[in-house]
């Protein structure tokens, strides 16, 4: 099932801030938030018109770009689009992995990005990708790769590991990140992260494209040394608007988007 045309009107709602996460209790206690893959800068809808945005796969004729349709081992009898070797270590299985496709290990904390080729019938929010998505879907896990990089460790912005993938090379997260620093706080993935991004079809441009993400996460904020936990995987989704720009896509905003997930 690959998903269809679909009116997204942009100005989504602002997404939870880094580091927004507040004191709820005694010494220790943080209320937990959810980490998108990148902090939002999407303007709020009451101060942008209200805009119809839809796009779809982005065909691109580079004869430089590798051959993203490989078999799956697992399915030999099947073959779909896969991720280029640079983006991660593919792996057999992941949290949150139930269809046949690419599954790439992120980050060892446990990121990991999956695209599916073939439709889950017990999870209506998978839903198929084509090869000619796979730039820009890349682009998108790196863009998540870096952002988790960031928020697992020191919570400060590496200009020259955004700059690949984020538009303003990260510049538009360090006062979310400043923030969570001065309180002590640092991510965790906990039980995982599954993206599992796709494009909007139909109406895509080769400047522009819009992603969504149902993702699967585990993701909250700690205090430093506080013991980790370990819960259940849950539904997020979101919107990003990729842009292309001096011959790379790159990630220019994100946002929650409940209709990212069915």
């Known amino acids: 099932m690959r998903r269809a045309a679909w009116a997204l009107v942009a100005g989504f709602s602002m997404v939870v801030g880094l580091g927004a996460a507040a004191?709820?209790?005694?010494?220790?206690?943080?209320a937990p938030v959810s980490l998108e893959p990148i902090a939002s800068t999407l303007p709020s809808a009451a101060t942008t018109p209200s805009t119809t945005v839809a796009v779809t796969s982005?065909?691109?004729?580079?004869?430089?770009?590798?051959?993203?349709?490989?078999?799956?081992?697992?399915?030999?009898?099947?073959?779909?689009?896969?991720?280029?070797?640079a983006l991660g270590v593919k792996v057999a299985s992941a949290p949150g992995v139930n269809t046949p496709g690419d599954t790439r290990q992120l980050?060892?904390?446990?990121?990991?990005?999956?695209?599916?080729?073939?439709?889950?019938?017990?999870?209506p929010s998978v839903f198929t990708v084509q090869p000619d998505d796979i730039p820009v879907l890349e682009a998108y896990a790196n863009a998540s790769r870096v952002y988790y990089s960031a928020v697992?460790?020191?919570?400060?912005?590496?200009?020259?590991?955004?700059?690949?993938?984020?538009?303003?090379?990260?510049?538009?997260?360090?006062?979310?990140?400043?923030?969570?620093?001065?309180?002590?706080?640092i991510g965790s993935v906990g039980a995982g992260v599954l993206l599992r991004p796709y494009?909007?079809?139909?109406?895509?441009?080769?400047?522009?494209?819009?992603?969504?993400?149902?993702?699967?996460?585990?993701?909250h904020y700690l205090l430093a040394g506080e013991a980790d936990t370990i819960g259940q995987l849950r539904p997020k989704g979101v919107a990003a608007t990729m842009l292309f720009v001096d011959?790379?896509?790159?990630?220019?905003?994100?946002?929650s988007e409940s209709r990212a997930c069915v």
């Open 58 to 85: 982005v065909s691109t004729t580079d004869a430089s770009q590798p051959d993203t349709t490989q078999p799956d081992t697992t399915f030999p009898e099947l073959t779909g689009p896969v991720f280029s070797d």
């Open 107 to 123: 980050l060892p904390e446990g990121l990991y990005v999956h695209i599916a080729w073939t439709a889950d019938p017990a999870d």
């Open 152 to 185: 697992l460790t020191d919570m400060t912005v590496d200009p020259a590991a955004f700059e690949p993938y984020v538009i303003d090379k990260g510049a538009k997260y360090e006062s979310a990140f400043a923030a969570a620093r001065a309180k002590g706080q």
């Open 199 to 219: 494009v909007l079809s139909d109406r895509s441009t080769a400047a522009s494209a819009v992603v969504l993400d149902c993702y699967l996460q585990d993701e």
């Open 23 to 30: 004191c709820s209790g005694g010494a220790g206690e943080v």
């Open 247 to 255: 011959g790379a896509w790159k990630l220019d905003a994100i946002g």
